[in-house]
């Protein structure tokens, strides 16, 4: 049930297969049997993964298993060039590879590193030159070494920083929820308040094929183009009926949105969520740059020393 552990078995099963296959295989193979699972889990957890970045993810790892010895084509290749021992090749470029590795789990964790619902022209500003800060910082922090070398306390804080600028919303997340729950019974005109081009997060329930009782998050498109709130749930495959004080999902339409969302007939629909009104999560880059030029001052006074 740890989405994290189930990014770590994805990422060395890549590795470990790729040794053998080639890139597009191993891609192939690995996609084939974890995406899905990675998806649903996703899902289970409350985090909704785009299938795109899944893919994304088992490829990235399956590029790096070209230099992972005892295998590592790439590896063989440098090493005839250098004229060096392939194995120990190998290795060395293992450990600079390995560092990059944290990029394909901020795939996951936070897909406008993918241009993935980018609102703004601002917001892919800040992403790009925000993406582009921590994978620097993230190189100064496994080097140990940025103007001058690190200590132990500069390795950590500017981890914290690369982190913080991988994935800005995580501290904010921990302050106010992102998103802000309803009842259930709101959603009829929650539905017809959408805007256009707009999705629905709703908290679903209920019993799958093999008899296991799950709980999930599914996003769901709203096609404002109909008139009635009817028939925009029909668009995306609902049939809802009140039983009581909860609804229920009477049937669900073949080949729809409802459907390939995961969601089966008599499940439950138990909320709904709507972004909360927060303030944007790029502020966050203040401190941490600030942070980060307390760190560069505090190196450059040394490296000034030693000269």
């Not at 590795?101 to 800040?126: E, G, R, Y």
């Not at 913080?164 to 729950?181: K, S, T, V």
């Amino acid at each position: 049930g740890n989405i994290l552990l189930m990014l770590g078995f994805t990422a060395v099963i890549s590795l470990i297969l790729g040794m053998g296959l080639p890139t597009t295989a191993n891609y192939i193979v690995v996609s084939t049997l974890m995406a899905p699972v990675i998806v649903t889990l996703g899902a289970q957890n409350g985090l909704i993964v785009p299938l795109i970045a899944v893919h994304l993810f088992v490829f990235y790892f399956g590029i790096l298993a070209d230099d992972t010895p005892p295998v590592g084509l790439a590896a063989f290749a440098a090493a005839a060039i250098a004229q060096s021992d392939p194995i120990k090749t190998g290795i060395q470029g293992f450990t600079y590879d390995i560092r990059t590795a944290v990029l394909p789990f901020m795939f996951i964790f936070n897909t406008q590193l993918l241009l993935i619902d980018i609102p703004s022209v601002w917001s892919l500003i800040f992403t790009v030159l925000g993406a582009t800060t921590a994978i620097l910082v993230f190189a100064a922090a496994t080097q140990g070494y940025w103007l001058v070398k690190s200590r132990w306390y500069e390795t950590i804080l500017l981890l914290g920083i690369a982190f913080i600028m991988f994935r800005p919303g995580f501290l904010l997340d921990r302050f106010i929820a992102p998103y802000e729950q309803l009842p259930a019974s709101s959603i009829y005109q929650e539905i017809m308040l959408a805007e256009n081009n707009s999705n629905i997060r709703l908290l679903v329930q209920g019993e799958n094929l093999e008899g296991n009782y799950i709980s999930k998050t599914v996003v769901l498109p709203v096609d404002t183009s109909q008139a009635k709130v009817e028939q925009r749930l029909q668009k995306m495959g609902l049939n809802l009926i009140k039983v009581g004080k909860k609804i229920q999902v009477d049937s669900v339409d073949y080949d729809s949105p409802a459907e390939k969302s995961g969601i089966d007939f008599d499940w439950e629909i138990t909320s709904f969520e709507k972004p909360s009104i927060r303030p944007s999560k790029y502020w966050v880059y203040i401190p941490a740059l600030l942070l980060l030029l307390a760190v560069g001052l505090g190196q450059k006074r040394r490296r000034d020393n030693i000269h």
